[in-house]
C-alpha cells in the first residue's frame, strides 16, 4: 500500500512538473490576448479620427439650416474632437487640414444661421426709440 502511494506521489510530482510550464505559458498567453485585444480598441479608436472629415462632410456642407441642428452640432464637436487629436499628435498631416477646413466652414455656417435666424425673428428698433430709453 506505501509503495502504490509512494508511486502515485512521484507520478503526481511528475504530472506536476509537466503542467506547471504549461499552465505558465497559458498565463502569458492569456495577458497577451488581452494585450492585443486593448491595442485593437485604442487603435479602432484612432481610425475612426481618420474617418471623421469623411463622415461628417455632407452634413457641415448642408448646413445647420438643411439637417436638424442637434445632428450639426454634433458633427462639430466629432470635428473639434478630431482637430485636438491631430494637432495634438500629428500636426503636419494632410486629415488636420482637411479637418479644419471642414471645421471652419461649418463655424462659418453656423454664424451665417444665426444671424439669419436673428434677422428673421428680431424686430427694428427705432433711433428714438433708442434715445428715449437711454
Same mark, same amino acid.
Given at each position: 500500500?506505501?509503495?502504490?502511494?509512494?508511486?502515485?506521489?512521484?507520478?503526481?510530482?511528475?504530472?506536476?512538473?509537466?503542467?506547471?510550464?504549461?499552465?505558465?505559458?497559458?498565463?502569458?498567453?492569456?495577458?497577451?490576448? /488581452?494585450?492585443?485585444? !486593448?491595442?485593437?480598441?485604442? *487603435? @479602432?479608436?484612432?481610425?475612426?479620427?481618420?474617418?471623421? =472629415?469623411?463622415?461628417? $462632410?455632407?452634413?457641415?456642407?448642408?448646413?445647420?439650416?438643411?439637417?436638424?441642428?442637434?445632428?450639426?452640432? /454634433?458633427?462639430?464637436? !466629432?470635428?473639434?474632437?478630431? *482637430? @485636438?487629436?491631430?494637432?495634438?499628435?500629428?500636426?503636419? =498631416?494632410?486629415?488636420? $487640414?482637411?479637418?479644419?477646413?471642414?471645421?471652419?466652414?461649418?463655424?462659418?455656417?453656423?454664424?451665417?444661421?444665426?444671424?439669419?435666424?436673428?434677422?428673421?425673428?428680431?424686430?427694428?428698433?427705432?433711433?428714438?426709440?433708442?434715445?428715449? =430709453?437711454?
Amino acid at each position: 500500500m506505501i509503495e502504490i502511494l509512494c508511486s502515485f506521489e512521484k507520478r503526481l510530482g511528475k504530472l506536476e512538473e509537466t503542467i506547471l510550464p504549461v499552465y505558465q505559458e497559458t498565463g502569458n498567453l492569456q495577458r497577451r490576448q /488581452e494585450n492585443i485585444d !486593448k491595442t485593437l480598441e485604442e *487603435l @479602432d479608436h484612432v481610425i475612426n479620427y481618420y474617418n471623421v =472629415s469623411k463622415d461628417v $462632410e455632407p452634413v457641415i456642407r448642408e448646413g445647420p439650416n438643411g439637417t436638424t441642428l442637434h445632428t450639426f452640432l /454634433e458633427a462639430m464637436a !466629432k470635428l473639434k474632437d478630431a *482637430l @485636438d487629436y491631430f494637432s495634438s499628435n500629428n500636426p503636419g =498631416s494632410l486629415e488636420l $487640414e482637411n479637418v479644419r477646413s471642414l471645421h471652419v466652414a461649418g463655424g462659418n455656417a453656423l454664424s451665417h444661421e444665426f444671424s439669419e435666424l436673428l434677422k428673421k425673428h428680431s424686430k427694428p428698433v427705432s433711433a428714438i426709440e433708442i434715445i428715449n =430709453s437711454i
